[in-house]
């Protein structure tokens, strides 16, 4: 046993002589708390990506290392989170928020520190527009509106429409605005706004109102837990009409706390594990066998592609000083990824597809994609 104690220290010395230091990465990430299935799908997204990128030999001749904080789906602690990352930990660039509401708290920080910053999946347009180390993988809300506007209008048909927004979300506010925008100029009415904030329960008065208001269906630009205690109380009080939203729907949880009341809705995101392009589908399978069969969502999808991006943009600036990974981050283009192709735009936004999902039968179906 001495012999074997020796040999192992030995090994390890050796090891850690040959292995250089790795390249820290942050991340800030809801993975416990109200959206924690947002984050959650993002760091299994993210955490198979750095696994990949180490099994093939890391990037640069490195390994990369994730530092994960959860900020709890709180307000407030993404900036501390963000400085917490940057100043303790040293890492070369920051991977968060999925909420837009949240990487608007840390995006001031990463920009002030000049720490390039890349959110997975944050659609709300002020987010990049904090300053020019602040990028996203995504696209980005005056699309998705215009996407629901159109799906509502010539899909479905409606043409006088209720809002239901969340006005403690900028998410929410600025979904509901670019929908109203779109949906207005196909010809549409809104007819009535409701107004309801993060964490709220009872939307019955709300509902009621809308109700009253005799519209052909609801758009509800928020989040999943009150997306669907939004559908189930609009049922329980007799309201038959479609009620669809954006990609905030997307968590199991709306399925599970809506029930039979989500049946026949609509949502807009950015990905389908369904879509059957090749790489979509090798994606799945790898996604599937590393967390136990579970299938990736848009979350899981972009996340994964947060990295992808990032360790492209670090092969391209051969180093990691963050003025020259800013510089290649800002020069993505044509990057193929597993959420459609990356490139970033002068407003260090993405142009992507989006998909139109539906719940059939308790699952979500593919509708349909709509170019941008
Ligand atoms: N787009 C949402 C936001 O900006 C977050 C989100 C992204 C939710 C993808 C679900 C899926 O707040």
Same mark, same amino acid.
């Given at each position: 046993p001495a012999c074997l104690a020796l040999f192992t220290l030995a090994a390890l010395a050796g090891a850690s002589?040959?292995?250089?230091?790795?390249?820290?990465?942050?991340?800030?990430?809801?993975?416990t708390g109200k959206e924690a299935a947002f984050g959650q799908a993002s760091h299994k997204g993210t955490t198979l990506a750095i696994e990949e990128l180490n099994a093939t030999g890391g990037v640069l001749g490195r390994p990369l290392q994730l530092v994960t904080e959860d900020n709890q789906s709180k307000a407030g602690e993404s900036a501390t989170i963000a400085k917490k990352l940057i100043s303790r930990d040293k890492v070369v660039a920051l991977l968060g928020e999925v909420a837009s509401m949240r990487s608007l708290e840390a995006a001031p920080i990463a920009q002030q520190a000049r720490i390039p910053m890349i959110s997975p999946s944050s659609t709300n347009p002020k987010v990049t527009?904090?300053?020019?180390?602040?990028?996203?993988?995504?696209?980005?809300?005056?699309?998705q509106g215009v996407v629901m506007a159109k799906f509502a209008r010539q899909t479905l048909q409606v043409q006088k429409v209720a809002l239901l927004t969340s006005v403690s979300s900028a998410y929410s506010v600025g979904l509901a605005r670019y929908f109203k925008e779109h949906f207005t100029k196909l010809g549409g009415t809104i007819a009535l706004e409701q107004k309801y904030s993060e964490g709220d329960k009872d939307f019955k008065a709300q509902l009621t109102a809308i109700r009253a208001a005799?519209?052909?269906?609801?758009?509800?630009?928020?989040?999943y837990t009150e997306a669907a205690l939004i559908c189930k109380q609009a049922r329980d009080l007799g309201l038959t009409l479609p009620i669809?939203?954006?990609?905030?729907?997307?968590?199991?949880?709306l399925m599970e706390i809506g029930g039979a009341a989500v049946e026949g809705t609509y949502y807009s995101t950015h990905y389908s594990s369904e879509d059957r392009a090749p790489a979509v589908q090798a994606f799945v399978e790898r996604y599937r066998k590393r967390w136990h069969g579970e299938a990736p969502d848009a979350?899981?999808?972009?996340?994964?592609?947060?990295?992808? &991006?990032?360790?492209?943009?670090?092969?391209?600036?051969? +180093?990691?000083? #963050?003025?020259?990974?800013r510089d290649a981050l800002a020069a993505t283009k044509?990057?193929?990824?597993?959420?459609?192709?990356?490139?970033?735009?002068?407003?260090?936004?993405a142009?992507?597809?989006?998909?139109?999902?539906? &719940?059939?039968?308790?699952?979500?179906?593919?509708?349909? +994609?709509?170019? #941008?």
């Open positions: 002589a040959a292995t250089p230091a790795p390249i820290k990465i942050g991340q800030f990430a809801s993975l527009e904090i300053g020019n180390y602040i990028f996203r993988v995504c696209f980005i809300d005056p699309f005799g519209v052909q269906g609801i758009f509800v630009p928020g989040y669809f939203g954006g990609d905030g729907w997307e968590a199991p949880q979350m899981s999808a972009l996340g994964y592609d947060s990295v992808m &991006v990032l360790a492209d943009a670090l092969k391209r600036a051969g +180093t990691t000083e #963050p003025a020259k990974l044509g990057f193929p990824g597993v959420s459609g192709t990356t490139t970033l735009d002068a407003q260090r936004n142009t992507k597809s989006a998909v139109v999902i539906t &719940v059939k039968d308790g699952k979500f179906r593919f509708v349909e +994609t709509v170019s #941008p």
